[in-house]
């Protein structure tokens, strides 16, 4: 069976975008997070991503096992520090925060967590993660402690990306922050595209589904959407629809 990186990379060979749900354990009640669960499998989401900066509660164990006995649909950790780790996930965003310069999130939490992870069998996702200004300050950014590349700075972007690549990470994680004002621009999707290989996903700020579209046309392979669908979880099924409207679309235009 392949991992969840190898259908990743298939997948963007073939053009066809993905969708992950986040989910923040401490933002809803169980019921809550049951309804955007179910509605998820019914429209075929691709991942439940599940994380936050802070965790005040003790509810990941409970968020992941819950999806684990409702549908197959890979969950993967996305976790704001080394103690968001639950081992009956299927994946864990193994982040580096490389568009910050504080050696914790560069490598310092990535050391404590190595060897609980190698005690597991979730699969480790090397990911560049790069945080970009999108109008204020955001929680990660103040507890990281790390400056976010500058929303107008796309050759900055681009050189974290290639750098990130050229480091061996597989993926890179475009994030503006949870709630933030606007989504990453189109510019800087695009000119990160052009210059690395790896999936590159996509999130922060995506609250409807035309910012969803235009993230996944300037060239994200996944697209993260939290705040919108915990505000209104319909927006799911909208968003859903759209991904799959351009993947129908791409595989009609490779046959
Ligand atoms: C945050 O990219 C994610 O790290 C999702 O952001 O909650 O704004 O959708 P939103």
């Known amino acids: 069976m392949k991992t969840i990186l190898e259908q990743l990379v298939a997948k963007k060979q073939k053009k066809q975008k993905s969708f992950a749900v986040l989910l923040d354990p401490d933002k809803l009640s169980m019921p809550a997070f049951q309804k955007i669960i179910r509605l998820g499998v019914e429209c075929k989401v691709d991942y439940f991503f599940i994380g936050g900066s802070l965790l005040a509660g003790d509810s990941l164990h409970e968020l992941v096992l819950e999806i684990k ?25 193994f982040l580096s925060l490389i568009s910050g310069r504080n050696p914790e999130y560069l490598i310092g939490q990535q050391v404590v967590a190595a060897p609980i992870l190698r005690n597991t069998r979730l699969e480790i996702l090397s990911t560049g993660y790069m945080l970009v200004d999108c109008g204020e300050q955001t929680t990660v950014s103040y507890i990281s402690n790390t400056t976010p590349i500058p929303y107008e700075k796309s050759s900055v972007a681009a050189c974290t990306a ?3 690549e050229m480091l061996g990470m597989k993926m890179i994680f475009l994030d503006g922050g949870s709630g933030s004002q606007k989504p990453i621009s189109r510019k800087m999707i695009a000119t990160i595209r052009k210059v690395v290989d790896v999936p590159l996903i996509v999130g922060g700020g995506i609250n409807s589904p035309g910012k969803a579209v235009d993230a996944w046309l300037s060239g994200a392979d996944v697209v993260v959407v939290g705040n919108g669908i915990e505000k209104d979880p319909n927006l799911l099924i909208e968003i859903a629809e759209k991904v799959q409207e351009l993947n129908a679309a791409s595989a009609s235009d490779v046959h």
């Open 69 to 93: 006995n409702t549908t197959s649909i890979p969950v993967i950790l996305f976790p704001g520090n080394n103690l968001q780790i639950d081992p009956n996930a299927d994946g864990i965003l």
């Open 162 to 164: 290639m750098a990130g």
